[in-house]
């Protein structure tokens, strides 16, 4: 597990989040996303809010109090 922290694009706040990865694993994903690789490509061990943190900083507590639940 690794710490990440990214400010939100919705409320400007900084968040962390805990992600199921390694560093390395992390860079490796940021590098192929850079490289042009669609997020759920490069951040495939990662689940779909995990990815939304990653490329807006937004956890779901604040989608939730944005939009609403689903």
């Keep these: 597990m690794i710490t990440v922290e990214n400010t939100s694009v919705l409320s400007g706040s900084t968040n ?3 992600l199921p ?3 390395e694993q992390l860079a490796e994903g ?3 996303y850079d490289g042009g690789d669609l997020l759920q490509d490069a951040f495939g061990f990662l689940n779909a809010e995990q990815r939304d943190f990653i490329k807006l900083g937004v956890t779901p507590e604040e989608w939730a109090a944005e ?3 689903e």
């Design 16 to 18: 962390t989040m805990e």
């Design 21 to 23: 990865c390694t560093r």
């Design 30 to 32: 940021y590098c192929r």
């Design 67 to 69: 939009f609403g639940e």
